[in-house]
């Protein structure tokens, strides 16, 4: 409802003797019409902000609450795509879990592990690696592709780009 519908409402609530076309009357049952239909859109804000699926004022308490990064930059699509992937994700830390992350987000990845050089097992022209590169994983992202985010009726809000490119979850 908008606010001329809860000022018509709130006109059939008054009780009879009320000067019904007063100037006062008038601008005080607009008011409260119009404080009703914000209440009333921001209830309907909240209602949808229990799912991520129609969130859109709670997406920041969504990734506040998920430990998400938060980036400005990113349109509501990208925003709910990260926030899902967070809820989903089981963890782990082999390869295949981090692969199949990245794919979630529409990515097609291969992952390195480099060893640090170990006299007995490398040979010359073999790459001299720090000690701590065990601790390291090189991403690759195959055929360079990134993902484009257009810009939907729904799925968008005013503001944001007609198209924008990439993901920050993956690095």
């Known amino acids: 409802m908008n606010g001329n519908d809860w000022q018509e409402l709130l006109y059939l609530m008054l009780p009879d003797g009320y000067a019904r076309n007063g100037q006062r009357l008038n601008a005080e049952l607009q008011a409260e019409g119009n404080t009703l239909a914000s209440v009333e859109r921001s209830a309907q804000d909240m209602l949808n902000g229990v799912t991520p699926f129609t ?36 963890g782990g830390l082999s390869r295949n879990y981090f692969i ?41 992202i195959q055929d360079g592709q990134v993902p484009v985010y257009r810009f939907r009726c729904g799925s968008s809000a005013t503001g944001e780009r007609l198209m924008s490119f990439g993901q920050n979850m993956l690095e």
């Open 100 to 140: 199949r992350l990245a794919k979630s987000l529409g990515y097609d990845v291969t992952i390195d592990e480099p060893e640090p050089f170990r006299c007995g097992r490398n040979r010359c022209g073999d790459r001299l690696w720090i000690p701590e590169i065990v601790w390291v994983w090189i991403v690759n």
């Open 55 to 90: 969130a859109v004022a709670l997406l920041s308490d969504w990734k506040r609450v998920l430990g998400l990064s938060v980036s400005n930059g990113m349109t509501i699509q990208a925003r709910r795509q990260q926030i899902m992937a967070k809820l989903v994700e089981t």
